[in-house]
């Protein structure tokens, strides 16, 4: 009778301890959300810019894209280098055949710091650097523009998204302080006048 009643009592812990052990932890949730992002990476990028200021009446928003390599050193800390380039239309008072249709094609190279807040698939981050960049002015010549090339700091927020171990997504706006604006040096442009853009971007980590 003793050794049936101690059977039973054997079976009841080894079955309890089985139904434990299939439970999921506390912490499950928070483990299966997240991922690594620690390691090399590159981004492709397509999007619109524009300027702010005495620049804006007198340059239209355009077409923006962007080649970013990086390596985050851990989840939340990455240094990034970056190609930039933007084409924007001139707002021409007097489009004579004298003029003709100038554009402002931009080409830009710039280091930044990103610092990402989370660890899960969904990440916002910040950023902020410096570059140099070339302004071209094109199909024609316009007496208020002049090729140049300056420099510029660039600070900006995103989100980006792991859609699996290798392909991430992301969307980042950014803002860029303008060190001189020669190529505008006629408009008389300040501090506050300044260059923002907004970019989707696609690409793989590794």
């Given at each position: 009778m003793k050794r049936?009643?101690?059977l039973g009592l054997c079976l009841v812990g080894l079955t309890g301890g089985a139904a434990r052990a299939q439970d999921p932890p506390p912490d499950a949730p928070t483990r299966m959300g997240r991922v690594d992002w620690q390691g090399p990476y590159f981004?492709?990028?397509l999007g619109v810019e524009g300027y702010t200021g005495k620049l804006a009446p007198n340059v239209d928003p355009g077409p923006s894209y962007g080649v970013v390599?990086?390596?985050r050193a851990n989840d939340y800390l990455g240094l990034e280098l970056g190609y930039s380039g933007g084409v924007n239309g001139l707002s021409v008072?007097?489009?004579s055949a004298t003029f003709g249709t100038p554009d402002i094609v931009r080409n830009g190279g710039q280091a930044a710091v990103t610092i990402g807040f989370t660890h899960t698939r969904l990440q916002p981050y910040v950023l902020g650097g410096v570059g140099v960049e070339r302004y071209s002015i094109r199909e024609g010549?316009?007496?208020?523009f002049f090729d140049d090339t300056g420099g510029?700091?660039?600070v900006g927020a995103g989100v980006r998204f792991k859609i699996n171990p290798q392909l991430t997504a992301e969307v980042r706006g950014s803002y860029s302080f303008l060190f001189s604006q020669d190529f505008a040096s006629t408009?008389?442009?300040g501090a506050g006048d300044g260059r923002y853009s907004g970019l989707l971007?696609?690409?793989g980590s590794y």
């Open positions: 049936g009643i101690a981004l492709l990028g390599v990086g390596y008072a007097n489009s010549n316009f007496f208020r510029y700091a660039p408009l008389n442009p971007m696609i690409g």
